[in-house]
């Protein structure tokens, strides 16, 4: 699919996409970014927050065909202040104006809220307030607080809302007020390309162990109930500086892509047992690489994963070792499993991500107006 464009266009459009380098929102854009500079646009990636090395940079740059920049800006997340998010988004909007883009794609709604010079699409990867509701009780502290109004005001300001689940398009409009949800565009990955190994003898999960959301103390008390080792891939400490602390979980530290893809290729049984997960691209790695899938009944993982993954209470981590151990003693009921998360997730790929985006982007682009023959590009 190509973007429509207006008589006047005379060259490729130019995407500024923001991104968070500490988490999920790095692959997605990347994967992303693939998939539009593959369909003949250009694409600017601008790193807010802690930034990946110089090496990796260069690795994604050769393997997207975009530009990426470290702006040094603050996280929403992490930002000290409103002001300090505000700040981020002005310089985004003065980033856009200086390289020519034609849209922006930001990948938190909390950044609309400066004066762009053209069309503001924004992706709810996740909030501060559908977090809460998920993990926490009560009203929001003060510093949650203000950060769920920046959301609020940036969803309104924005021209297009996307999200990678019905169940978060509809948490992310209830606690922010929108007359319309998010327009649902899922999440997806490009397979590793590593061929299956024999069933590991070990069960496996990964992600931000450190955020209370991934219930990481709950894996620890499943690991403890198993024979087998529960291997954890991820970080302990995160740059909000919250940690967590494990005793029975086999920790691995945090891998690089090619090492998850290592651990994936043995088809360990994933186990999650998140409280709040508005997508998992940890999920859909693992299902394309044949694994089968032990999850806590959550509604974004019913939506995507139901019929073909084992369902549990996040907080009984009995009922999870028994599925578990079910399918780590049954090779023939996990193959089967693992087969049939491979062909859900396969629904789930970049190029279906990129077309379901550049539905919505197309439309932006159609409305904006043209961009003068020789501007920056």
């Not at 219930?215 to 909000?240: F, I, Q, T, W, Y």
């Not at 399918?327 to 789930?348: I, Q």
């Amino acid at each position: 699919m190509r973007v429509p464009l207006t008589p006047s266009r005379t060259s490729a459009p130019h995407v500024l996409m923001s991104a968070d380098a500490v988490g999920g929102v790095w692959p997605y854009s990347l994967d992303l970014a693939v998939g539009l500079v593959g369909r003949g646009l250009t694409v600017t990636v601008a790193i807010l927050g802690p930034a990946p090395s110089d090496a990796r940079i260069a690795a994604a740059e050769a393997a997207t065909g975009a530009r990426i920049v470290v702006t040094g800006l603050p996280l929403d997340w992490t930002a000290g202040t409103p002001e300090a998010v505000l700040g981020a988004a002005r310089a985004l909007a003065a980033m856009a104006g200086e390289i020519g883009a034609d849209l922006v794609h930001l990948h938190s709604p909390a950044l609309a809220q400066a004066d762009y010079p053209m069309p503001v699409a924004a992706v709810c990867h996740s909030c501060v307030a559908t977090w809460w509701d998920a993990v926490e009780t009560g009203s929001l502290p003060p510093d949650l607080a203000w950060r769920h109004d920046l959301t609020v005001r940036g969803c309104r300001a924005a021209d297009a809302l996307l999200a990678p689940t019905g169940a978060h398009a509809l948490a992310t409009a209830r606690v922010c007020g929108l007359a319309q949800p998010p327009v649902v565009v899922r999440n997806g990955r490009g397979l590793s390309g590593l061929p299956p190994r024999a069933l590991a003898p070990h069960a496996f999960t990964a992600g931000r162990l450190w955020d209370r959301a991934k219930n990481a103390a709950a894996l620890d008390r499943l690991a403890g109930r198993l024979s087998v080792p529960l291997r954890a891939a991820g970080a302990v400490e995160g740059p909000n500086g919250a940690r967590v602390e494990t005793r029975h979980l086999q920790w691995l530290g945090r891998l690089d892509e090619t090492s998850i893809a290592a651990e994936l290729a043995g088809r360990p049984v994933f186990v999650s047992l998140a409280r709040y997960e508005p997508f998992g691209l940890a999920v859909l790695e693992a299902a394309a690489a044949g694994c089968a899938l032990v999850l806590s009944d959550i509604p974004s993982f019913r939506e995507l994963w139901d019929g073909v993954a084992a369902f549990v209470d996040p907080d009984d981590e009995g009922e999870a070792a028994e599925a578990v151990q079910g399918l780590l003693y049954d090779p023939a009921r996990r193959e089967a499993a693992g087969k049939a998360a491979a062909l859900r997730a396969a629904r789930y790929g970049v190029d279906a991500m990129t077309e379901g985006v550049l539905g919505v982007l197309g439309g932006l682009l159609a409305r904006a107006p043209a961009r003068l023959d020789g501007a920056a590009a």
